[in-house]
């Protein structure tokens, strides 16, 4: 069972350059998220997306973008990346949402390091 | 403005013993509240849930408390065992988001 599968696992990047995490879910869950961890300040919400074709921002959604050009695929892109944006990024998905059941499922994590 | 808190990053309880976890939260339109569980280098994943209307939901050995009122839930894990440590993270819903807190790692020693 894939679930929801998150690329690459770990990366370095310099600051200024540009990148994309990749997330694809096999779920055909409408509603799809990404979080980012960060020590002490728990998980945050970066951007949303409720049906594919639609989008929605965060709590923390500068220097961010992402596009929902259909169900399974939800790619985060840094334009410029800057240092505080070094975290581990978690996508997630559910079938409808803000679901109060629980069924938010989250994918295995990315780590990015900018220097 | 962190509308969902944990105050404690950490705890450590000895096997056997009782955890308890405490979330306060500060929006009272929150109309569900989760708890998460995450271990090291994997997702968290959904431990349990309560709505709003409720004061208490059970299952197995972990209970979630919601005191409405005080805006506090808390999750309590009788009898702990070592597989559960990992990081919680209480959750609740609202607005069509579900907004974190910040954490707590528990540690259970054997």
């Known amino acids: 069972t894939a679930g929801i599968t998150q690329a690459p696992t770990s990366q370095i990047l310099a600051a200024g350059r540009s990148m994309t995490l990749r997330c694809t879910q096999d779920m055909r869950h409408n509603a799809m998220y990404w979080y980012r961890q960060d020590l002490g300040l728990g998980l945050r919400l970066i951007h949303y997306s409720n049906t594919a074709g639609t989008t929605g921002k965060g709590e923390v959604p500068d220097g961010y973008s992402v596009s929902r050009a259909n169900t399974d695929d939800f790619p985060l892109t840094l334009a410029s990346a800057v240092p505080s944006q070094t975290s581990v990024y978690f996508c997630?998905?559910?079938?409808?949402?803000?679901?109060?059941?629980?069924?938010?499922?989250f994918g295995e994590g990315s780590r990015l390091t900018v220097l | 403005d962190q509308q969902v808190k944990q105050n404690s990053p950490s705890l450590s309880v000895q096997e056997g013993r009782i955890s308890i976890l405490n979330c306060d939260y500060t929006n009272s339109m929150f109309d569900y509240f989760l708890w998460y569980k995450k271990y090291p280098a994997e997702g968290p994943t959904f431990l349990i849930s309560i709505s709003s209307i409720k004061d208490k939901n059970e299952d197995g050995r972990f209970t979630v408390f919601l005191n409405k009122s005080a805006k506090h839930l808390s999750l309590h894990i009788v009898p702990s065992q070592p597989g559960d440590s990992a990081v919680y993270f209480c959750?609740?819903?609202?607005?069509?988001?579900?907004?974190f807190g910040t954490g707590t790692k528990l540690q259970v020693i054997p």
């Open positions: 959750a609740a819903t609202g607005y069509q988001k579900v907004t």
């Open positions: 997630a998905s559910s079938e409808v949402p803000a679901p109060n059941t629980g069924d938010l499922f």
